[in-house]
């Protein structure tokens, strides 16, 4: 059994990737906002935290395990460049740093 953790699994891919891997028998920890717990399948491990902020999160991503960063915008488009850096870069820079502090054995961006 693989642990994941999982940024963005409210989200179309994330929710799909999650169920596919709990159905496989992997351990699965998505990290979400306060307001999205209601959104993760049942199994999944919740971790409430600031997407943003590596130091919420760090402590809940498991050493070894699989780092899966899918947070991001819906439908990106040149149009949302601002929310792009704002949201999928900062995220994806918080999620590298977390991943990097815990120890995670592999990250997929």
């Keep these: 059994m693989k642990e994941v953790f999982i940024t963005g699994a409210t989200g179309y891919i994330g929710g799909r990737l999650a169920k596919q891997l709990l159905e496989r028998g992997h351990r699965v920890i998505a990290l979400v906002r306060k307001g999205s ?3 993760v399948c049942q199994g999944t491990e919740i ?3 600031d997407p943003f902020d590596p130091g ?3 402590s809940f991503v498991p050493k070894n395990a699989v780092f899966v960063q ?3 915008v819906p439908h990106p488009s040149p149009g949302k460049a601002i929310q792009f850096r704002e ?3 900062r ?3 918080a999620s590298a740093d977390a991943a990097s502090e ?3 054995l592999h ?3």
């Design 107 to 109: 990250t997929s961006v």
């Design 91 to 93: 995220s994806v820079k």
């Design 47 to 49: 971790v409430v935290a």
């Design 70 to 72: 899918l947070l991001g």
């Design 87 to 89: 949201i999928d870069w």
């Design 37 to 39: 717990v209601h959104k």
């Design 56 to 58: 919420s999160f760090q």
């Design 102 to 104: 815990a120890g995670a």
